[in-house]
């Protein structure tokens, strides 16, 4: 089955628990841990917050800078 995006997720800020590798995630969203795998073009950075840019399923795409 097709899980709808809730379109009230872009944009919004997580904070990394820790790095599974250069490309992928662990985050804190809405008081839950989710699986993240970083937007094309971003790459890992010591930021300690970043922005959801899209959401397939349960995992989040994310990416440095908050989408406008």
């Given at each position: 089955?097709v899980?709808?995006?809730?379109?009230?997720d872009?944009?919004?800020?997580?904070?990394?628990?820790?790095?599974?590798?250069?490309?992928?995630?662990?985050?804190?969203?809405?008081?839950?841990?989710?699986?993240?795998?970083?937007?094309?073009?971003?790459?890992?950075?010591?930021?300690?917050?970043?922005?959801?840019?899209?959401?397939?399923?349960?995992?989040?795409?994310i990416?440095?800078?908050?989408?406008?």
């Amino acid at each position: 089955p097709v899980i709808p995006v809730d379109a009230d997720d872009i944009g919004q800020r997580v904070q990394i628990e820790t790095w599974k590798d250069p490309q992928h995630a662990r985050v804190k969203y809405r008081g839950s841990h989710w699986d993240a795998v970083l937007a094309p073009n971003a790459q890992q950075n010591d930021s300690e917050y970043w922005f959801i840019s899209a959401r397939n399923g349960a995992i989040l795409e994310i990416s440095p800078q908050a989408t406008q």
